[in-house]
């Protein structure tokens, strides 16, 4: 039987590609939680398809020559597609769009099963993989259905949708609710008007000598939140630094851009950086002033608009939603 794997990192890829226990090992690494326009379900589709890789593995498992491209046609010459997700945000929106993509291909809805990892699957050495007692579950037409009503959610002009999500049976699928609220800690915080993650890099800051990567997220790091990529932390962070009225200051080197990187002086100075908290971030770390009055606003959550005028927060201790 031939045996294809989708996955949604990288590394996670590289761990199950070196036990040989798939014939195809493919990553799908999409950000799908963006500060910018979420694209279109066609244009998210079409940059998949249009990948010169489908049509290789395709080739070389259909043994056939013709150029078809696409994760359907992709599937075709397999008898077995598995969904290994990692546990993170990102990673489940990923599985919810998967999942309601690939709905009304009932041939390959048929092969379809869900490897849900509880730590990212990079993280595992490869020798292990093997031995894993993860539960397969094959997927049926209710976990379709209800990863096609979290992927609407995700894509409306508010929130409110997926808040609603919260009050419904999402067992299904086992590590969804935990990432449905981390997204949601993500929306400007009641009182703060910033993130989740933003606010743990004030925190992280203020207990003195924090550099940037001192504030980063990563594995075995003091910044748990797995929500933002790279260089979406990044960007995050010259927000705070390079608003009208920044919440921190000492970041130097920057922008954070790939010519940043490849700058070796500039990549030095901005890894070096002390930082500190300037008198409006210690206010609003201490929940006595909000970034966004003194800070134009202007980002996506999913497929809703935040500005100043419209800016849906979230009280993380009520765990409710908050319409402008």
């Not at 203020?206 to 748990?224: C, I, Y």
């Not at 770390?285 to 927060?313: K, Q, V, Y």
Request: proline share 7%.
């Amino acid at each position: 039987m031939k045996r294809l794997i989708f996955t949604t990192s990288d590394s996670g890829a590289g761990c199950l590609r070196q036990p040989g226990i798939a014939d195809a090992v493919v990553p799908v690494g999409r950000r799908f939680f963006l500060r910018e326009p979420l694209p279109s379900d066609i244009d998210i589709t079409k940059s998949l398809d249009e990948d010169d890789w489908l049509a290789r593995i395709y080739r070389k498992y259909a043994q056939e020559t013709d150029h078809r491209t696409g994760m359907i046609g992709l599937c075709e010459p397999f008898d077995t597609v598995d969904l290994w997700i990692d546990p993170d945000p990102n990673a489940q929106l990923i599985l919810i769009w998967w999942l309601a993509y690939f709905r009304p291909h009932e041939a390959v809805v048929s092969k379809l099963n869900l490897v849900q990892a509880d730590i990212p699957i990079g993280n595992y050495p490869a020798e292990e993989v093997v031995e894993w007692r993860i539960p397969t579950v094959k997927i049926l037409n209710e976990h379709l259905e209800l990863a096609s009503s979290a992927w609407q959610g995700w894509r409306a002009p508010t929130p409110r949708d997926w808040f609603n999500l919260l009050s419904t049976d999402l067992s299904l699928l086992p590590l969804f609710r935990p990432a449905a609220v981390a997204l949601l800690e993500e929306l400007p915080g009641r009182a703060t008007g910033l993130g989740a993650t933003e606010m743990r890099m004030l925190e992280l800051i203020s207990e003195g000598n924090a550099s940037p990567p001192d504030v980063f997220p990563g594995h075995e790091k003091r910044n748990e939140r797995r929500t933002f990529d790279y260089w979406q932390i990044g960007a995050l962070l010259n927000g705070l630094a390079n608003a009208p009225a920044p919440a921190i200051s000492g970041l130097d080197g920057g922008p954070f851009t790939a010519e940043m990187h490849d700058d070796r002086d500039r990549h030095q100075r901005y890894n070096g950086s002390g930082l500190s908290l300037t008198e409006l971030g210690k206010a609003i770390l201490a929940g006595r002033d909000d970034f966004s009055r003194h800070n134009p606003i202007h980002r996506w959550w999913g497929g809703t608009e935040l500005t100043n005028d419209r800016l849906w927060r979230w009280d993380v201790e009520k765990q409710v939603l908050i319409e402008p």
